[in-house]
């Protein structure tokens, strides 16, 4: 049982350099979601989707893209990463009131 | 704007002792409280998830119960092992498109 995947679980990044990471789940969830999650903090949603070809904004969208060409992968990019980014990125996905999770992405922007 | 809070951050118990978790939210309409609980290096899991109609819920040790007039959920564990050593999340679900309001968490240490 996959469940909700991302990949990769661990990068280093340089101030301005871009990059994606990628989150599937093989559960055909039609809602997906990403979080960053920082010390003495709850999870801030970033970006979230209600289905496939939609996206939208949560409460920290800043510097961040998203897309959900197909219904069970959800791709967050950042365009010119920034040290504030640091953080550990999760994707969660749901077909109800219940989210699933992945085991979360460390990224460090040095 | 809702906010939730959870306090301690951290709590450290002897092994086989009863203990409550606590969770506070500031707006009484959610929809629902959920509970989730986060292994070190790892995501997280649902445990519990109250609707706002009900009091509260229980699954094997764990019991979590609902005052929304309050602002308030807690999570009891009972007969604590070293195994329920993990973080502890709460989270109110405001009822649009399923987005969670989370706490920050409570370490929870259980000594052998």
């Known amino acids: 049982n996959a469940g909700v995947t991302q990949t990769p679980k661990f990068r280093v990044l340089k101030t301005g350099q871009s990059m994606t990471l990628l989150c599937a789940q093989d559960?055909?969830?039609?809602?997906m979601y990403w979080y960053r999650q920082d010390p003495g903090m709850g999870l801030r949603l970033i970006h979230y989707s209600v289905g496939e070809g939609t996206t939208a904004k949560g409460e920290v969208p800043d510097g961040y893209n998203v897309s959900r060409l197909k219904k069970q992968n959800f791709l967050l990019g950042l365009e010119s990463a920034a040290p504030s980014q640091t953080s550990v990125y999760f994707c969660a996905s749901s077909a109800g009131r219940t989210q699933h999770f992945g085991d979360g992405t460390r990224l460090s922007i040095l | 704007k809702q906010e939730v809070t959870q306090i301690p951050a951290a709590l450290s118990v002897p092994e086989g002792e009863n203990l409550v978790l606590n969770c506070s939210f500031t707006d009484s309409a959610i929809y629902n409280l959920q509970w989730f609980r986060q292994d070190p290096g790892k995501g997280l899991t649902s445990l519990l998830l109250?609707?706002?109609s009900q009091r509260e819920q229980t699954s094997g040790r764990l019991n979590a119960s609902l005052d929304k007039s309050s602002g308030r959920s807690t999570l009891y564990i009972a007969a604590s092992q070293p195994g329920d050593s993990a973080t502890y999340l709460c989270a109110a679900d405001m009822d649009s498109n399923y987005q969670l309001i989370w706490g920050a968490g409570t370490k929870l240490i259980i000594k052998p």
């Open positions: 559960m055909n969830h039609e809602y």
């Open positions: 109250i609707q706002s």
